[in-house]
């Protein structure tokens, strides 16, 4: 339907103004003067009585094409017209709609092809109504498309197009429970050091506040690099690179120096800084839908995933930035990342039997830690080798820094190793099931 005017009759002016619409829209349709103005009259009169004693009375005016031919709807809608009134007038519409005793819509048809209108009219109507039809669908369907590319774009900030592209679904309607793949991803977990401290003198609204901004530094950089995020735990992040660990490593070394750059600013507003750790691991991972049918979300899940949160927690005991697994480091190979990384332990970490080799990716050439990197490696393969004393003694030509691996490698040697009054090495007091491994016994 085509919507030809609209009035609001309430008084005596408007009645008027209304009757003389439906005047000169009867002329239009080639009804004569006598009958246009009758159908004028009968209209302002059904009006005037439906508005008596209520706030007035909606009118809209629409043409509408039909098998038997052209039809004029007449839709008058109020919701406080009397009843007796109401019961009345009923007969003159071909139409009604009425819930608990109120008046919704009163729709009167009047069949225009049946009062001798011209052929040519006839078809000159039929074509608009057409044409407006096919212009509204058009309308219609392009705002359905951009309404639905709007949605598609928003449900792409809370499910990743690279997840969609994963699982092989082309929107988000596709997901369904269950659905799941199989594949290589390395897994980033980053957390924020020192949270609960940072957090516990902030209002909610400056803590929201603060985390978002700390976001805004470090999650376009995921991107940059060819990841996407997984979820947000709290002020962790997890994050999978589907193009492997050389994106992952560089992700990580490109979010300590944005965030040692925001520091810079927190440091004014805040009077602190934050610091943040970054575990690495890579491996065989499932990834799919997770819940059930009134609530899913987007879910990577497998003992890769649960080591790369635990290597994030051992950067606190060890001081660094970030600690990368034995899969990733082997990732690597032949990549001048190299020589910035170094082992720095061996561990067996809490719910895993299993031993790792941990590395350390340090973000500075000049930092004292690469500049013993060989020695210390060398220190470190000594004392694996149950060589503690020889372990030993190579730590300590180290050159001066600080080093948190340093000091916790010297403190397991001088577990083992027997010193002589004069606090020199002499010997080595291995126990029964001694192992060089680091066992940690608790989630750091």
Wanted: charged fraction near 25%.
């Amino acid at each position: 339907m085509i919507e030809l005017g609209s009035v609001l009759v309430k008084n005596s002016y408007s009645i008027a103004k209304f009757r003389e619409k439906v005047y000169h829209l009867s002329r239009k349709l080639n009804f004569s003067d006598v009958a246009s103005a009758r159908l004028g009259a009968i209209f302002s009169e059904l009006c005037r009585l439906l508005s008596i004693n209520s706030n007035g009375l909606f009118v809209e005016i629409f043409l509408s094409k039909k098998v038997e031919g052209i039809t004029i709807v007449y839709k008058l809608h109020s919701t406080d017209v009397s009843q007796d009134i109401l019961i009345d007038s009923l007969d003159y519409f071909s139409s009604s709609r009425i819930i608990n005793g109120e008046l919704i819509t009163l729709e009167l048809e009047i069949d225009y092809n049946s009062l001798n209108l011209s052929s040519s009219l006839i078809i000159e109507l039929t074509e608009i109504i057409l044409k407006k039809n096919r212009e509204e669908l058009i309308g219609e369907v392009q705002e359905k498309n951009e309404e639905l590319t709007l949605i598609n774009k928003s449900l792409e900030k809370f499910v990743p197009a690279d997840f969609l592209k994963f699982l092989g679904k082309g929107s988000i309607s596709d997901f369904k429970l269950g659905d799941a793949l199989e594949t290589d991803f390395t897994i980033l977990f980053t957390d924020m050091r020192s949270f609960s401290s940072i957090s516990e003198n902030m209002t909610p609204n400056e803590l929201l506040e603060f985390m978002n901004k700390y976001l805004d530094v470090v999650v376009p950089i995921i991107s940059e690099n060819n990841g996407f995020i997984i979820t947000y735990i709290g002020d962790a992040i997890m994050c999978a690179f589907p193009g492997g660990s050389v994106d992952a490593a560089n992700c990580s070394i490109e979010m300590i120096k944005k965030v040692n750059e925001y520091n810079l600013s927190l440091v004014k507003t805040l009077g602190r800084k934050v610091r943040i750790g970054v575990g690495i691991n890579k491996g065989k991972t499932v990834i799919g839908i997770l819940g059930n049918e009134l609530r899913m979300e987007p879910a990577i899940m497998s003992d890769v995933v649960n080591l790369s949160a635990r290597l994030e927690a051992l950067t606190k005991g060890y001081d660094a930035d970030i600690i990368i697994s034995d899969s990733v480091y082997k990732d690597l190979k032949g990549h001048e990342l190299l020589s910035q990384i170094r082992q720095i332990d061996c561990v067996q970490v809490v719910g895993r039997v299993t031993p790792e080799k941990i590395y350390e990716v340090v973000i500075s050439n000049s930092d004292t830690k690469i500049v013993n990197k060989r020695n210390y490696e060398n220190a470190l393969n000594l004392y694996f080798d149950k060589k503690i004393i020889e372990s030993y003694k190579a730590l300590a030509e180290l050159e001066p820094g600080e080093d948190k691996a340093v000091e916790i490698l010297s403190k397991r040697c001088k577990e083992v190793v027997v010193f002589d009054e004069n606090g020199f090495p002499v010997g080595e007091d291995i126990p029964n099931g001694w192992t060089p491994i680091n066992s940690i016994k608790t989630k750091l």
